[in-house]
């Protein structure tokens, strides 16, 4: 079975930094776009950075300039660097990937979610 898991989340102080990973296993042939998402409390999950198999980028507004997602085809891992972060970067965060791949099922293009880390940061 496909797996996505998240490590890297903790308690940081205002202005530090922390760094999230998001690795995949399983029975994989192909990762295409790479997502991660937050969720704060009382919130909808919302998307935060993307990469695709091209290897272009996009963020949420809110994380330009912070945030640096990145992957690693080889190791099938993306990465979320994040700086400067804010007490309102509180959140569960989610990675979210586009996979080629699958179980005694079959395989087919799938959405997979892993199961997310918690970044608290304090003021």
């Known amino acids: 079975q496909v797996q996505l898991v998240e490590s890297g989340g903790g308690l940081v102080q205002a202005g530090e930094s922390l760094r999230l990973s998001c690795a995949a296993s399983?029975?994989?042939?192909?990762?295409?776009?790479f997502h991660w998402y937050r969720q704060a409390p009382g919130n909808q999950r919302e998307l935060v950075a993307t990469?695709?198999?091209?290897?272009?980028?996009d963020y949420a507004d809110s994380v330009k300039g912070r945030f640096t997602i990145s992957r690693d085809n080889a190791k099938k891992t993306v990465y979320l660097q994040m700086n400067s972060l804010k007490p309102e970067d509180t959140a569960v965060y989610y990675c979210?990937?586009?996979?080629?791949?699958?179980?005694?099922?079959?395989?087919?293009?799938?959405?997979?979610w892993g199961q997310g880390t918690q970044v608290t940061v304090s003021s």
């Open positions: 399983g029975r994989i042939f192909s990762i295409d776009g």
């Open positions: 979210r990937a586009n996979i080629y791949g699958g179980g005694p099922g079959g395989v087919r293009w799938n959405y997979y």
């Open positions: 990469t695709t198999s091209g290897g272009s980028t």
